[in-house]
Structures are given as C-alpha cells and as structure tokens.
C-alpha cells in the first residue's frame, strides 16, 4: 500500500473537545501528543430513524478516535506542548 500525500504519523489523543461546526455539524477537535489539533466528524442522533440506523453500525464510528493521523508533523511543524493548545481552546488549567 502507497503512503498519500496527506498521510501522516499516527498520533495519541491526550484531549477532546465536542464543538459545533461553522455549518451545523457536530465536530471533535482533537488534541494529539504532538501538540497540535485535528477536527473529525462527530456523528449525532437527531431523529428516531437516525436512531435505529445508529443501532446497526459499528460503535466505532460514534466514538471519538484514540489515535489520529497528524498532518501538521508530516508538513514539517515543530511538536510542541499540547496543553498549550488545551488551554487556547478553553480546556481547563494544568
């Protein structure tokens, strides 16, 4: 398998954050130990039949990810402290 030009390292998730989208849509902003943000699509049940469609797909695609690609490494970015970001997004104080 041939590595994309948007492929970056796997990443650890050290903080989460649900925010609404710009356009309505349920996002994560996701915090990686490198320091930098990724936002993923965040599913939402808003109707009954969303519902009992919700009940037949893996529980994988409505829970937040634990690893992430990072873009930004792959870009060349300097890591630097997550918390930083944590604390820029208005997560609470280490």
Known sequence: MTKGAMAG???KVVYIFEREGERG????WLILECGHAVARHRSEVKSWSAMVHAMFEPIDKRLAPKRCQCH???AGSPKQDPWILVQAFGGPVK
Do not use: A, L, M, Q
């Open 72 to 74: 930004y490494c792959e």
């Open 9 to 11: 390292p796997w990443r």
């Open 25 to 28: 849509g349920s996002i994560w």
